[in-house]
């Protein structure tokens, strides 16, 4: 098809056991809309049998299409190269795990109708998540909303539809290091929002631990706030008033009572503390100027090894 409707783009990494079980589900979606799309499935890497499942599913249905990057990028990336290469007048970005309903789509594609450039889907029911990730989850938004401009929706991820104007409008981003939920939010347009509650993973395991969800937060931190670097300019005036001023104290008791002799531990404290403060200050100074030595390189977001709409394939019944 030269310009289908809706363009479903679908990042995938060692999702074998459900990229089938998850293609059956939305292309009965996508059937009830009468609307030409197509499917667009990301191989970010997978180490296991995915391309070979998704092969299979290229060959049968002329609407599945297959992006294989040359290794693993990561979900931002792979992000990317799906939004750079759908033809769709509508595209939405989902998850392989069938944590977010494909049933949603409808409702995107009504408000779309009806004139809203971005559809979001917010989650207001996170219990299949666990404990730990509902808190953190919560802690990133409002830290992140607190000192970054613009906000990220509350409990919104990805699973969205943009219009193509909107993917226009991301393309002219040329950020290496990328932070899609910010991007998606920077650009704008009018957006409407569609409630639902998160399911269990259909299959498998989430590829994100606690050490990648935490870079996955400096990333976004930094890719849209300069306030970590700000704070140390406020905390310097403040500790260099606070030494001005116990400085003073001394020279005046030291005048008026004598010399004090000063005491071993309390020193080694006050060095401690102004060193760990430096080496803190160093290391947010560091995050900032290694994005910066990412972006000079002028990399690209991903490479594609192959794309299945470079090969014939057969209709399906």
Known sequence: MDKPHISLICPCHNEQRVVEQFFIEVETILNKLSLSYEMIFINDGSTDATLDELI??????????????????????????????????????????LQDPPELI????????????VVVAKRVDRSSDTFSKRVTASLFYKFHNSIARPEIPDNVGDF?????????????????????????????????VVEYTRQPRA??????????????????????????????????????TIAFVYGSVIIIRTMMSGVDLPGYASILSAILFFGGIQLIGLGVMGEYIGRIYMEVKGRPVYIVESDSDDKPKKTSD
């Open 203 to 240: 299959a498998g395991e989430t590829s994100f631990n606690g050490w990648r969800l935490w870079n996955f937060a400096l990333e976004g931190i930094t890719s849209f706030s300069t306030a970590p670097l700000r704070v140390w300019l406020y905390l310097g005036v403040l500790l260099s």
């Open 106 to 117: 409808i409702d995107f594609v009504r408000e779309w109708k009806n004139g809203f450039d």
């Open 160 to 192: 969205r539809l943009i219009s193509r104007r909107v993917v226009k409008a991301i393309q002219l981003l040329p950020e290496n290091q990328r932070f899609m939920k910010g991007i998606f939010s920077w650009v704008g347009f009018k957006t409407a």
């Open 56 to 97: 299979k599913l290229s060959t049968a249905h002329k609407q599945v299409r297959i992006i294989n990057l040359s290794r693993n990028f990561g979900k931002e990336a792979a992000l990317t190269a799906g939004l750079d290469l759908a033809k769709g007048d509508a595209v939405i970005p989902i998850d392989a795990d």
